[in-house]
């Protein structure tokens, strides 16, 4: 059973309005939850993450995440995107019943135009 | 700080062959884990170590293999390279709790012809 899931494999939105980038986990007990964005021809870098505490984590550039226990869902969300934040998103779980495994989502792109 | 240095960053090689993969970590970061990503597969967990120790591994065959140093930089290699093996190889370090983030280098991208 796949343990993320991206259900989106693009998102488009305009630049200056709201975007969200859907992620879902399916692992037992409490998850690590991290978004990671890609760049073209860059790595991976770290924007956020959900440990414990408030449900709503804020990350880099503006971006922040929603954990919903209910829905085992972590949708990432900016309130007002920028044609930079063009690029590759990875939701990623650490499944603390399985070895700490991490697994990633299949991605999502996201396309911002002017 | 520097950052995750991976080395080299492009190799290409022969069906066959064999491969060893470099990954320096962010100094202080104990753990290194290692991932293919591929167009088709995506992101896939190889394998992560932790003070020289495998401490967990993803499902792939044995020959994928990964050793990491007492200095923490940690190798990779892959054995009878097949042309699947073909994809872009990323190493992520940090500082080795579960609920730490992991920091990625830049990737190694293998060519199998």
């Known amino acids: 059973a796949q343990s993320v899931a991206q259900p989106e494999d693009q998102v488009n939105v305009a630049e200056g309005n709201p975007l969200t980038v859907k992620c879902t986990y399916s692992?037992?007990?409490?998850?690590?939850l991290f978004w990671y964005v890609q760049y073209p021809n860059r790595g991976l870098q770290f924007l956020l993450k959900?440990?414990?505490?408030?449900?709503l984590v804020k990350g880099s550039y503006g971006f922040e995440a929603e954990f919903n226990k209910s829905q085992t869902s972590f949708h990432l969300k900016k309130p007002s995107a920028l044609v930079s934040d063009s690029a590759l998103y990875f939701c990623a779980v650490r499944d603390m019943k399985n070895f700490n495994k991490f697994y990633f989502g299949s991605g999502t792109k996201l396309n911002v135009k002017p | 700080k520097a950052g995750v240095t991976q080395t080299p960053r492009y190799l290409i090689k022969t069906r066959g062959q064999q491969v060893t993969l470099s990954c320096s970590p962010i100094?202080?970061?104990?753990?290194v884990s290692w991932y293919q990503q591929t167009p088709g597969q995506g992101l896939q967990f190889l394998f992560e170590y932790f003070s020289e120790t495998q401490r967990n591994k993803g499902n792939f065959p044995g020959r994928f293999s990964g050793r990491q140093f007492s200095n923490s930089r940690s190798e990779m290699n892959v054995s009878t390279l097949e042309l699947g093996d073909s994809a872009l190889y990323l190493c992520a370090s940090s500082l080795g709790f579960s609920y730490n983030e992991q920091f990625f280098g830049p990737g190694t991208r293998l060519t199998v012809l």
């Open positions: 959900y440990i414990t505490g408030d449900n």
């Open positions: 692992v037992s007990g409490n998850p690590y």
């Open positions: 100094s202080g970061h104990r753990s």
